[in-house]
């Protein structure tokens, strides 16, 4: 049930991600397409658990303004919509917008890191956007993640780092791309600085 829909989201959360060291998916259309197939993912986890996922709402909102084209140009990114998602990523976890933010939640079940997976991927996208404004934004959000799950400390959190965070940036690191290298290089240094105390 709960496990199979959420490796579900998490699989087709991945190709809004980059592929191997290319930035993966440009088309707008293509991306709104994916972030309407989580949503529904969302929603017949909520019909068949019959338990409303706030956590995942939540992320799926995000997600539909993360993917979101200019309304005069669809091929271009909305920044009005765009901007303050990455840099409520980018700020304090605890506060309205940050990654920790979005995975409070009352019951325990719903409070799953692993649900964040689609906004990972959609930073780790824009790390190779050539707008700097974001590249740099979805670099601080991915270091706020870092520091967010390093400060939380439980295994979920630990884990999402070491599976999903960990791959990516591997990936990234044989990016052709020198911009995107160097931010994936500063991604590395921030998981190794954030991790120090842990064996």
Same mark, same amino acid.
């Given at each position: 049930?709960?496990?199979v829909?959420?490796?579900?989201?998490?699989?087709?959360?991945?190709?809004?991600g980059p592929?191997k060291?290319?930035?993966?998916?440009a =088309?707008?259309?293509? @991306?709104?397409?994916?972030a309407? /197939?989580?949503?529904a993912?969302?929603?017949?986890?909520? !019909? *068949? #658990?019959?338990s409303?996922s706030?956590?995942?709402?939540?992320?799926?909102?995000s997600?539909?303004?993360l993917?979101?084209s200019?309304h005069?140009h669809i091929?271009e990114?909305?920044f009005?919509?765009?901007?303050p998602?990455?840099?409520?990523?980018?700020?304090?976890?605890e506060?309205?917008?940050?990654w920790a933010?979005?995975?409070?939640?009352?019951?325990?079940? =719903?409070?799953?890191? @692993?649900?964040?997976?689609?906004? /990972?991927?959609?930073c780790?996208h824009?790390?190779?956007d !050539? *707008? #700097?404004?974001?590249?740099?934004?979805?670099?601080?959000a991915l270091?706020?993640?870092v520091s967010?799950?390093?400060?939380?400390?439980?295994n979920?959190?630990?884990?999402?780092?070491e599976?999903?965070?960990i791959?990516?940036?591997?990936?990234g690191?044989t990016?052709?791309?020198?911009?995107?290298r160097?931010a994936f290089?500063l991604?590395m240094a921030?998981?190794?600085?954030?991790?120090?105390?842990?064996?």
């Amino acid at each position: 049930g709960h496990d199979v829909a959420l490796s579900h989201l998490q699989t087709i959360a991945k190709l809004l991600g980059p592929n191997k060291g290319n930035p993966g998916i440009a =088309d707008r259309e293509v @991306r709104q397409k994916i972030a309407s /197939v989580i949503t529904a993912i969302a929603r017949h986890e909520e !019909e *068949d #658990g019959k338990s409303k996922s706030a956590v995942l709402q939540n992320v799926c909102k995000s997600l539909a303004r993360l993917c979101a084209s200019h309304h005069k140009h669809i091929e271009e990114c909305n920044f009005d919509e765009v901007l303050p998602v990455l840099n409520g990523l980018g700020g304090p976890p605890e506060e309205d917008g940050g990654w920790a933010f979005y995975v409070h939640s009352k019951s325990k079940a =719903d409070a799953d890191p @692993r649900k964040l997976t689609p906004l /990972v991927y959609c930073c780790f996208h824009f790390i190779y956007d !050539e *707008d #700097g404004v974001l590249s740099r934004g979805a670099l601080k959000a991915l270091k706020s993640l870092v520091s967010a799950a390093a400060a939380i400390g439980k295994n979920a959190w630990l884990q999402m780092i070491e599976t999903t965070f960990i791959s990516s940036v591997r990936a990234g690191l044989t990016s052709h791309d020198a911009n995107a290298r160097r931010a994936f290089v500063l991604l590395m240094a921030e998981v190794s600085r954030s991790f120090a105390s842990y064996d």
